[in-house]
Each structure stands twice: as structure tokens, then as C-alpha cells.
């Protein structure tokens, strides 16, 4: 299938409930800041998908590329979020599973080298659970999204360095086998308060819990 194809397909899939049972148990990511002027350390919890969007049951499912504008979709319908690039870091830097990263050269776009480094990923996991990373690059939110761009970042290596700077030079209908989707719950716990991830982003100083770009953020992917 085509990549017009084959989205409506996961999208369906994926929102008719046909997913691992694992990817439900979402995995707490816990921040902090210290605010410059008051000196106060401010904290904050998150909730994320332990793994990429998938496809299937526990035991038998695929790891799916999407584009965004049906990773947001996806998002949107199950109250989510897509990641910033400091979320990604910190997902990474908290993941119990680091893998090292697989890259692929030929047929990038194709479903079957979806399934190809889907199995590759497995042959490294060894069957080890928990919250995972170094698997994929994620589609985020950035400040350079634009109408008909999507931004790219992450794939860490062992020593913590991406192999995906932010990135926004693909076409926002460009998917290939190295993109992840993870999911972000979108209630997010401030200190002591649940704040939407639209009113933490656009504060002041709870930004920096989750954005570390120097210029305003656009909050999803238009679809």
C-alpha cells in the first residue's frame, strides 16, 4: 500500500482498539525546573506509551510509521499529545530499555521495511518490558512546523547523542521505517495541580518543563 492507503487502515486499527495491551499501562516521566526568579524548584509528571504506536496484541503486533497528520488524529481522539525534542530527551534519558539503532537504506517507505526493523527491534529487545527508546526517530511538536511540513528528532545512540536533529525538511506526507509515534497523555501534573499540555506550553515558566526551542511552539499538526 501506498501511504494514502495504508493510514486509513492503522488509523482504524488503532482507534477500533486493535493495539498491545502494554501500550495502555502508560509510564510516568517526571521533570523539574528551577524558576529564575522566585529560585523555586517547580516539578512536574507526565504520562507517556511505554513503545511506539503499534498494531496488534501483545504477542503478535508491528511497531507502524505514521504520518502526522493521522498521528494527530490518533492523538486528538484519545486525549494525547505528540512530544517536544526536550520530552524525547527525557523519555530517553528515564527508559529502561535503550537499544542501540538499526538504520535501513533501501525501500525506507515501504511497509515491508516497516516489518522488516519492526523484527530487528524485537530480535534486540530479547523479550526485556518497560518504557523503551533508541528505537525510532519521533515526530514532534516544534516552533517549525508549518502547513505542510513535519519535524523530526531524536534515534539516540548508547552514548545519549541523537542520530536526528530537529528536522523539518520532509514533506508532511513523507513516512518511512526510522519514524515512531508516542503518545503523551495531555493532562500534565504541575507540583501539586493537573494543568492541559496546551496551558503548560503557553505559560511563561512551565514551558521549560517540556520546550527547549527558543521560539514559540505549535501545539499539533494540522489535519
Known sequence: MKWNTREPVARREILSGNIPAFLRRLTAI??????????????ATYYVTPDYLSIGNDDDFARIPLTPMTAQRIADS???????????????????VKLEPVPLYAY?????????????????????KGLIAGIKKDVVL???ITGNRE??????????????????????????YSHGIRLVYRGIRVGNHWMDYTEVLQHPVYKR???????PIVLQYNY
Open 78 to 96: 484519545l486525549h494525547c499529545f505528540l512530544p517536544t525534542r526536550k520530552m524525547v530527551n527525557d523519555i530517553y534519558q528515564q527508559a529502561k
Open 209 to 215: 518543563l517540556l520546550y527547549d526551542e527558543d521560539i
Open 30 to 43: 517526571h521533570v523539574s525546573i528551577t524558576d529564575s526568579t522566585s529560585g523555586k524548584r517547580i516539578d
Open 108 to 128: 525506507r517507505d515501504s511497509a515491508i521495511t516497516f516489518w522488516h526493523h519492526h523484527l530487528i527491534v524485537e530480535g534486540q529487545r530479547k523479550g526485556r
Open 151 to 176: 519535524v523530526i528528532y531524536g534515534w539516540h545512540k548508547p552514548d545519549g547523542k541523537p542520530i536526528q536533529p530537529l528536522y523539518s525538511g520532509h514533506v508532511n506526507w513523507w513516512v518511512d
Open 142 to 144: 516544534s516552533g517549525k
